[in-house]
């Protein structure tokens, strides 16, 4: 009984760790993204200066 349950809190920990990895790569994606926004938003007030 002790061997099913042992494999069940290994599966169970591998899959919290893969949605704590999976949130991890995810929020950066996120930051990645707000600053890249953020650039274009400068260029964008630049060429409007310009004008």
């Given at each position: 009984m002790f061997?099913?349950?042992t494999l069940?809190?290994?599966l169970?920990?591998?899959l919290w760790l893969g949605a704590y990895a999976f949130y991890l790569y995810t929020?950066?994606?996120q930051k990645n993204i707000a600053?890249?926004?953020e650039q274009l938003q400068?260029?964008?007030d630049k060429?409007?200066?310009r004008q």
């Amino acid at each position: 009984m002790f061997e099913n349950l042992t494999l069940v809190i290994i599966l169970i920990t591998i899959l919290w760790l893969g949605a704590y990895a999976f949130y991890l790569y995810t929020s950066r994606q996120q930051k990645n993204i707000a600053d890249e926004l953020e650039q274009l938003q400068q260029k964008l007030d630049k060429e409007d200066k310009r004008q």
